[in-house]
């Protein structure tokens, strides 16, 4: 079992670092994911973290990354919702680190 030590918390992880339970995210969980993945947060990245846990509570899944980028476009704007600002924000992979940080599940198109 992978754990995430914060203060006084434990937060289980699955092998691959993603929230066996997304109830138990918070900010100070996202900067410590991020951490984990040398990955300073900037204000950038939170529009896309937030963008993402209101994507999956509203609709209840995960969009494969064509969808992703057409959402963040929708929403954000056309100079967010492409994949060359998305890979800048992420650059081992928009979808799988934006939903790693937002504390949700991994995106089944995602290996």
């Given at each position: 079992m992978v ?10 992880l ?14 100070s969980?996202?900067?410590a994911?991020?951490?984990?993945e ?64 937002a504390?949700l ?7």
């Open positions: 754990t995430l030590k914060l203060k006084e918390q434990s937060i289980v699955t092998e691959e670092g993603f929230l066996h339970d997304f109830r138990a995210w918070d900010e969980v996202a900067i994911l991020a951490r984990r040398g990955l300073v947060l900037s204000e950038a990245h939170w529009e896309i973290i937030r963008f993402m846990r209101a994507y999956y509570l509203r609709f209840q899944h995960l969009p494969n990354m064509r969808m992703f980028v057409k959402a963040v476009a929708q929403t954000l704007g056309h100079e967010k919702g492409n994949s060359g600002y998305l890979h800048r924000l992420f650059p081992k992979g928009p979808l799988h680190y934006a939903c790693k940080l504390g599940p991994k995106p089944p198109y995602c290996l």
